[in-house]
């Protein structure tokens, strides 16, 4: 006996048409002989095909050409005939309708097949074998290539293959009613087959068709089995027979509603686990949300769209900055909230017409569709909850890019702090973003500051180097102006000087010596003017120095000359002391700024001293 494969490969069909006027004119003597051992049943309608199964090579080959009762036999060259109903059962061979793909599907789409036994179905195979006092009693449903037991009584079998069952027969479109066989020993489709021949030893078979539960396809058979032949089955016995097939489709109907009502429970379980997974991540989402917001160094608030705009979220930054815990502000209107924290009544009012402002924005803006209630509280609860973390990124919840351009603002403000001793204020920048509903109604603003002080401390130093930037720029350009404009008088009178230095009257004249050191005089005054110019060259890195040789001796007595005089109006004596192992050293460098230096060092000397 083997089992059923729902899977089965398609069988090859071969398909006789005998004549229906071969039939008629000549009857078949094996049709007699039928009747004559006492089976009541249908021979096998001209529309039937007959099916071979896969080659066993356990069995003896048999004939590929099959015949219908009253076909004309193939010429002698051929294989001989082989006709099941003259001949005996054929193995691997069995009759079917021409729509049996059609009854396969719609069996296999009930599902019934290789379910696990079920209490009502034996209790129909049991009233069978009651109440017709026989040993076997099965519901059989007819597959592809094998027939499956749902329920049997008197067999410890699961099935057979399709070529051993009578119920093939059962459920062939063409068998009207219930499908009897008196005596399967002499009857000649059947007295070959195993299960007459051997174990269980069919003698009596009656099989009613089970129908499909929504059309009036055959697609099992409830059948009654015996040991013994009968000699009759009357129409009584046939209907009852027919009613228990009947109640076996009524089971298979309530079969498909459990089977719908555990795929329900099933799906419904599955979503509710899912559901309660979504929750559980929902509500770990929206606790990571409120700790980033928590912890977030920007001061974070949110206010409902209510009347009075009362508080929704505090972070802890804006405890930090106001002094008011979120405890004291959560649920309070927002004007009395900041009543001590931002000085004057017009800061306030400022920054509630704002808010105001973005929620009149933000709904003007949202499609007309959208502006409805409902929707799912926790997906609106998380929605809600994740709107100020979706702010503090610029993508607030459910808002589009245009309504976000539209309805975002921000304000300047300045937050004291009354509970710090030096009561500080921080100048913050609010930038205000609706919150929006899944389904497009505004349900808030979020408000996500910026600490603006050290931002203005930063703008206000960059303006203090700016503008003494330009302060040495002028500097430069006055510098360089003064020192051009004083060269040429300057450069005039030593031209002047020299040439009285160089006239013979004036060389050995009394006052020759105060020519000399008027023109030294000059000497310095150009090259200080000329130093003035060099302060810009200086800042731009681009100062040169002069590489010449000189004396020690020279540029002494040149200091000395121009400090001489000052030292003559305080009464005080200037006296050169030098070596002369150094006076006349010879030394390679800028003497001009070395001057400089000694006459800055005797300036301070003459300044300080008061007599000597």
Same mark, same amino acid.
């Given at each position: 006996v083997r089992r059923m494969g729902c899977a089965a490969s398609s069988p090859v069909t071969r398909v006789g048409q005998p004549s229906m006027e071969s039939n008629a004119q000549q009857p078949h003597a094996s049709s007699a002989r039928?009747?004559?051992?006492?089976?009541?049943?249908?021979?096998?309608?001209?529309?039937?095909a007959w099916h071979e199964a896969a080659p066993d090579p356990d069995r003896a080959p048999h004939h590929e050409v099959l015949c219908h009762p009253g076909q004309v036999p193939p010429p002698a060259s051929l294989e001989p005939p082989t006709n099941p109903h003259r001949e005996g059962w054929l193995a691997g061979k069995w009759a079917s309708s021409s729509n049996d793909a059609e009854r396969v599907a719609a069996l296999r789409e009930l599902g019934i097949l290789l379910t696990a036994r079920e209490p009502a179905f034996d209790r129909l195979t049991q009233l069978g074998a009651a109440l017709f006092k026989v040993p076997i009693c099965l519901i059989s449903f007819v597959d592809q290539e094998e027939q499956w037991f749902?329920?049997?009584?008197?067999?410890?079998?699961?099935?057979? #293959?399709?070529?051993?069952?009578?119920?093939?027969?059962?459920?062939?479109?063409?068998?009207?009613?219930?499908?009897?066989?008196?005596?399967?020993?002499?009857?000649?489709?059947?007295?070959?087959?195993?299960?007459?021949?051997?174990?269980?030893?069919? &003698? /009596?078979?009656?099989?009613?068709?089970?129908? %499909?539960?929504?059309?009036?396809?055959?697609?099992g058979s409830f059948c009654i089995i015996d040991h013994v032949p009968r000699t009759s089955f009357g129409a009584e016995e046939q209907r009852q027979l027919q009613l228990l097939a009947d109640h076996v489709r009524h089971e298979l109907i309530s079969h498909a509603t459990?089977? +719908?009502?555990?795929?329900?429970?099933?799906? @419904?379980?599955?979503?509710?686990?899912? *559901?309660?997974?979504?929750?559980?991540? @929902?509500?770990?989402?929206?606790?990571?949300?409120?700790?980033?917001?928590?912890?977030?160094?920007a001061p974070v608030f949110a206010v409902l769209n209510a009347q009075l705009l009362p508080v929704q979220l505090w972070n802890r930054r804006m405890e930090h900055i106001t002094g008011i815990r979120a405890e004291s502000a959560i649920g309070k209107p927002i004007m009395d909230v900041f009543e001590f924290a931002i000085e004057g009544s017009y800061q306030r009012r400022e920054l509630v017409v704002a808010i105001r402002s973005v929620l009149d924005r933000a709904h003007?803006?949202?499609?007309? &569709?959208?502006?409805?209630? #409902?929707?799912?509280?926790?997906?609106? #609860?998380?929605? &809600?909850? +994740? +709107?100020? *973390?979706?702010? @503090?990124?610029?993508?607030?919840?459910?808002?589009?890019?245009?309504?976000?351009?539209? &309805?975002?603002?921000s304000v300047d403000i300045q937050i004291v702090n009354p509970a710090s001793p030096r009561g500080e204020a921080t100048q913050v920048q609010i930038v205000m973003t609706p919150i929006v509903h899944e389904r497009g109604r505004v349900t808030g603003v979020v408000c996500i500051g910026e600490d603006?002080?050290?931002? =203005?401390?930063?703008?206000?130093?960059?303006?203090?180097?700016?503008?003494l930037e330009k302060a040495d720029l002028a500097k430069s350009a006055f510098l360089a102006s003064l020192s051009h404009e004083m060269r040429t008088p300057l450069n005039g009178m030593i031209g002047m000087l020299e040439?009285?230095?160089?006239?013979?009257?004036?060389?050995?004249?009394? #006052?020759?010596?105060?020519?000399?050191? +008027?023109?030294?005089?000059?000497?310095?005054?150009?090259?200080?003017?000329?130093?003035?110019?060099?302060?810009?060259?200086?800042?731009?890195?681009?100062?040169?120095?002069?590489?010449?040789? /000189?004396?020690? @001796? %020279?540029?002494?007595?040149?200091?000395?000359?121009?400090?001489?005089?000052?030292?003559?109006?305080?009464?005080?004596?200037?006296? =050169?002391? *030098?070596?002369?192992?150094?006076?006349?050293?010879?030394l390679s460098g800028d003497p001009h700024r070395v001057a400089r230096v000694l006459i800055n060092l005797l300036y301070n000397s003459v300044k300080f001293t008061s007599a000597g």
């Amino acid at each position: 006996v083997r089992r059923m494969g729902c899977a089965a490969s398609s069988p090859v069909t071969r398909v006789g048409q005998p004549s229906m006027e071969s039939n008629a004119q000549q009857p078949h003597a094996s049709s007699a002989r039928g009747a004559a051992a006492g089976t009541v049943a249908t021979p096998t309608p001209p529309a039937a095909a007959w099916h071979e199964a896969a080659p066993d090579p356990d069995r003896a080959p048999h004939h590929e050409v099959l015949c219908h009762p009253g076909q004309v036999p193939p010429p002698a060259s051929l294989e001989p005939p082989t006709n099941p109903h003259r001949e005996g059962w054929l193995a691997g061979k069995w009759a079917s309708s021409s729509n049996d793909a059609e009854r396969v599907a719609a069996l296999r789409e009930l599902g019934i097949l290789l379910t696990a036994r079920e209490p009502a179905f034996d209790r129909l195979t049991q009233l069978g074998a009651a109440l017709f006092k026989v040993p076997i009693c099965l519901i059989s449903f007819v597959d592809q290539e094998e027939q499956w037991f749902k329920s049997v009584v008197g067999l410890e079998e699961e099935g057979t #293959g399709r070529d051993l069952a009578f119920c093939t027969y059962t459920t062939l479109h063409e068998t009207p009613g219930v499908f009897v066989v008196l005596d399967a020993r002499e009857d000649p489709r059947f007295k070959g087959n195993p299960l007459v021949r051997g174990p269980p030893h069919v &003698a /009596f078979y009656a099989g009613a068709p089970v129908y %499909h539960t929504g059309t009036r396809l055959k697609v099992g058979s409830f059948c009654i089995i015996d040991h013994v032949p009968r000699t009759s089955f009357g129409a009584e016995e046939q209907r009852q027979l027919q009613l228990l097939a009947d109640h076996v489709r009524h089971e298979l109907i309530s079969h498909a509603t459990r089977a +719908a009502d555990e795929r329900k429970a099933k799906a @419904l379980a599955a979503l509710s686990s899912e *559901m309660r997974e979504t929750q559980r991540s @929902l509500e770990a989402s929206v606790a990571n949300y409120r700790n980033l917001i928590e912890s977030a160094n920007a001061p974070v608030f949110a206010v409902l769209n209510a009347q009075l705009l009362p508080v929704q979220l505090w972070n802890r930054r804006m405890e930090h900055i106001t002094g008011i815990r979120a405890e004291s502000a959560i649920g309070k209107p927002i004007m009395d909230v900041f009543e001590f924290a931002i000085e004057g009544s017009y800061q306030r009012r400022e920054l509630v017409v704002a808010i105001r402002s973005v929620l009149d924005r933000a709904h003007d803006a949202m499609p007309a &569709a959208g502006d409805t209630d #409902g929707g799912d509280s926790a997906s609106a #609860g998380g929605a &809600a909850a +994740a +709107a100020p *973390m979706a702010a @503090l990124t610029g993508q607030s919840a459910n808002l589009p890019d245009a309504i976000r351009l539209v &309805a975002n603002r921000s304000v300047d403000i300045q937050i004291v702090n009354p509970a710090s001793p030096r009561g500080e204020a921080t100048q913050v920048q609010i930038v205000m973003t609706p919150i929006v509903h899944e389904r497009g109604r505004v349900t808030g603003v979020v408000c996500i500051g910026e600490d603006t002080s050290e931002r =203005l401390r930063l703008e206000a130093e960059h303006m203090k180097a700016v503008a003494l930037e330009k302060a040495d720029l002028a500097k430069s350009a006055f510098l360089a102006s003064l020192s051009h404009e004083m060269r040429t008088p300057l450069n005039g009178m030593i031209g002047m000087l020299e040439l009285a230095l160089h006239d013979p009257q004036l060389r050995h004249a009394k #006052g020759a010596r105060f020519v000399r050191q +008027a023109w030294t005089s000059s000497r310095l005054l150009l090259n200080l003017i000329s130093d003035c110019h060099d302060i810009a060259k200086i800042e731009a890195g681009q100062l040169s120095l002069v590489d010449e040789v /000189f004396t020690p @001796l %020279h540029v002494a007595d040149v200091a000395l000359g121009v400090v001489a005089g000052d030292a003559r109006k305080k009464g005080l004596r200037l006296a =050169l002391q *030098m070596p002369h192992s150094v006076r006349d050293l010879r030394l390679s460098g800028d003497p001009h700024r070395v001057a400089r230096v000694l006459i800055n060092l005797l300036y301070n000397s003459v300044k300080f001293t008061s007599a000597g």
